[in-house]
């Protein structure tokens, strides 16, 4: 069974940059339909930047440009580097994945998920 555990929150002006750590254990961790996802205040939560079955990074419009997905397959980590953040930023957010090999082209279903980090931009 795969867990995973994220860092790297905090609260930062306008601007500033944040880098958060997702660690993933567990023998059937698979970078496909890996990713991050945020719930902000008031709405409702949302995909930021995942991995998809093919393999292929998918950014949200909000924050295109601004964050970057990384990786360290060989420690099972996934990296997401926030830089010229905003107050709309402001947010939870969590790791998430599939918990197993999906299959080239599988639809993702993210049934593992981090107790998240929280990330606070101020204006």
């Known amino acids: 069974q795969v867990q995973l555990a994220e860092s790297g929150g905090g609260s930062v002006q306008a601007g500033g940059s944040l880098k958060l750590t997702c660690a993933a254990s567990?023998?059937?961790?698979?970078?496909?339909?890996t990713g991050w996802f945020r719930r902000r205040p008031g709405k409702e939560r949302e995909a930021v930047a995942t991995?998809?079955?093919?393999?292929?990074?998918k950014y949200a419009d909000s924050i295109k440009g601004r964050f970057t997905l990384s990786e360290d397959n060989a420690e099972k980590t996934l990296y997401l580097q926030m830089d010229n953040l905003k107050p709309e930023d402001t947010a939870m957010y969590y790791c998430?994945?599939?918990?197993?090999?999906?299959?080239?082209?599988?639809?993702?279903?993210?049934?593992?998920w981090g107790q998240g980090t929280q990330v606070t931009v101020s204006s």
């Open positions: 567990g023998l059937t961790y698979s970078r496909l339909c």
């Open positions: 998430a994945t599939m918990g197993w090999y999906p299959g080239r082209g599988a639809t993702c279903h993210y049934n593992t």
């Open positions: 991995i998809d079955s093919y393999g292929t990074e």
